[in-house]
């Protein structure tokens, strides 16, 4: 071949290109290069993908359960009208194809899945295969033994043992549950394509089995779905075959993302049982994109023209380039490549040669480098700002020196992204992105956003290079020296921080928003500060995810440069209409997670937020955002809800209730609601005299109120003392001072009962008609007097009560040398705590108006007290059962008759108890929404 017909050899920014097309030679090689790869070696992991298809088929399963037990009728009419349109059918058409398809179903299929898997050597995956269908067969007999066994009379139970003549039954066929395990096992198996047809043959074999009424489709479903949730479990306990670009692969997609890489080394955080090994590999791999296919066709043209040299009728071409006779044609490896083990290294050269489809990739161990110190020493020297979109992260250097950021979007890891966007987007209220479905489509949204924040001049440019692989997109970087906030060893310039609200305001002015401000996204470079990392804006923001922006900014300020600093540069950079929006949305479940680590304590974040809402006087009290369309909070609420319409139905006698309701006058209903209503202006009224912060008196009441529905799932006492703690506390009242506010109000309530009650006595003389018989006030006394003389004389005795009883006395103590000094204070709380106590006796008195009979003021007042104190002793949710026994005791040994005094007790727990819950249940939602409690 002359010298001129060759072809130059193609280097990287050449543009030589040949005059005249060129004889059949080899095809353009790439620049071989040495490869130093720094990575962890290839090992079976948990995919999360698994654990998740495994939770989704446990809901199923539930699912059809529920369904086969309140919908079985419609079911089975179903599967009745089907059956008798394609019974016919089935017993003459396809009667030998359906019974050679189950015999093939239930004997040959497994059996050909375990050959196959023994016949790969796929050890861990037969394991994991028979263990799941152990497993699958275990589950399904327990299930119906535990059924039988525990719930004998339960509708499902029914289902699951019925005959098959009455076809409603679900008959857990466990040959099923296991063929769909092993199948579910087996399917992750690269070598394996049983499955491509071994499950439409399953489905295709239940359908019929189900017209043929050997079993119903509920049955159908719950066996295949078991299989998969066993397989899925079993396959995330083992682990699997990682699907990522690992070893050659991985040089290849870098190269062909046009960088001529001669290193490439690991930077993330990896676990302390998976070190790093350092590699070296030859490669051609091509630069940039290559048409594959014509690559096939000219090696095909080689071979054919070899053939016709061997044979003499062509002279013989040059060999193509070989290193220590290993050929290396073009550099094509298969994507199956992967990086080998340390210890499957071959003992004579330390090379593991794999064979791929156009010739042999090599990697040998080099012992010479140090991968962990060449890995921190790279971390030292860049701070590379890692994107959160990336599963796997690299510093990749060139030929030239230059260094880049390479992140690979992995489709074993990408579910955890997907999980992440959708649970966003379900609690929180803010608009949040769609989660990408595919690793593509992931890719695409970074790229998108880099350039379009790059063109507004929000970014800078980086040479955003971006190439795909079978299992993995990369997306890299150029390296520019940057230095990101969490690296930063110093406290940032206030010029810094002034920046940073420049570049957020620009981009606020164009319509874009970050979504993730935080200290790997906030560069130093040059001295001047850069936002990177936009894959989680939006071109088109709304103005509460603007806002967002601002509160992860100054957040991350202030965890860096403290929170004074990072106020005033507010102050100077911001109108006051977005100072005033600042507070608001500065909340912890939209700020980083590595923002708030930052913070020494959940007090500092909380003085961010003070200091950002006294900054602005006018607003006054600042309400934060309804962020969250959830939190725990939320879920507490809601399960007390629950528990009270639980309560509620499970111990309301409807007929007795009914009967009650219907003989009393509903006039004196009325009265009794509204006279009891009162007790909780008389409560707002102790607290705000008794707390020497300003409460609101609207604000308040409305607390009482919701208190009802706390002290349905709570003693008497506790749950309303509970949610007053709370709402001191949210009116900056220290905790030791409201638990000191709320045991005086408690304390206080109880003296002036007892203090009414004598002075009602005396004042009427008429203590005495409260008809007790003498014996037992005698009985009484003397109990009273034994145990008093008790505590007094015994030593053990005297020094336990005084250990129990003085912590509240010093709680309280410093409250009443308060009062002591605000007489009008005590006046206003003796006042409410009067006007409880009147208002209940006065509902209590209206209940029995209502039935026709009535006690003399004394006489009623002590009843109600004595019985519902005695009542509310015991530890009951609301009092609920001992508070009405007490008080229907109480009026009976007062002369009431016992039906009177049962249906008295009765109706005024209804009036003011039960028909209170759903004005509680709104009061405590009101106090949510506003951030009272």
Partial sequence: MKEEDRVPEAREGSSTEPTHPPALSTPVPAPRRNVLLIDEAVRWVRRPRDLAGAGLFLLAIISVMVLAIYGSATTLAITRDVRSATQKILETVLFIPINVIEGLLSFFLP?????????HRQWRTLVSAVASSGSAVVIAYGMLWLFEKYFPISPLTQQLSDSIDEQANINLIPYVAVIAALLTVASSHKAWRISSWGWPLLIFALVVSVLKGNQTLPGALITVFLGCFCGLLARY????????????????????????????????????????????TITEAPLGYVDRYGLEQIRQILKDTEEMAQSGLLDRPQDPPTDGGELLVGGVVDDGEALPRPDESEPESAIHRKKAKSGYVSFRLDPEVDPDRLSDSLKEKWHPPISVAASRNYIVTDVHGTAYIAGLIDTDQHIMGVLASMWNRLTLTIGSQRPQRTIEESADRVVMMELAATHAGLAPERNLRVASGT????VTYKLRGETAFHAMTDAPLDATLDETWAILQKAHQRGFCHGNVGPRSVVMHDGHVEILNWERGSLAASELTRRIDM????????????????VASAQRCLPLDQMISLAPALQAAVIPHETMARFSSKKEFQRLRDSLTESVPATGEVQPLQLRRFSPRTVITLSIGLVAVYLLLASINIEELRDTISQAVPAWMVFSFIAG????VGASLVLKAYTAENLNFKTTTIVQLAASVVALVAPAGIGPAALNLRFLQKNKVATPVAIATVSLVQVAQFVTTVA???????ATGDVGSFAVPSGTILVVVACVAVVAAAFVLVTPL????????????DQIWPRLVWLGTHPIRFFYGFCGSVLQSVAYVAAFGGALAAFGHSLPVVTLAVTYLVSNSVGSVVPSPGGIGPVEAALTVGLTAAGVPYSIAFSTALLFRVLTFWIRIPLGWLALNWCQRRNVV
Avoid: C
Avoid at 798 to 809: L, M, N
């Fill in 111 to 119: 059996l050909i899945l375990l050959i196959d898997l023994v016949w």
């Fill in 237 to 280: 306990i083992a682990g699997d075959v990682p699907e990522r670009s690992t070893g050659a692969h991985l040089v290849n997609i870098v190269r062909r993302a046009g960088i001529d890489v001669t290193q490439i080394v690991r930077i993330d955080k990896l676990p302390e049982d998976s070190p790093l090994y350092a590699w070296r």
């Fill in 471 to 474: 299992n993995s997109m990369l």
């Fill in 551 to 566: 509160a992860q900014a100054i957040a991350l300020m202030a965890s860096h440069a403290g929170v004074e600093r990072a």
């Fill in 677 to 680: 209503m009162f007790s909780y």
């Fill in 756 to 762: 009414l009650l004598v002075l009602l006595g005396l």
């Fill in 798 to 809: 005297r020094k336990w009560a005084s250990e129990k009883i003085r912590p509240t006395i």
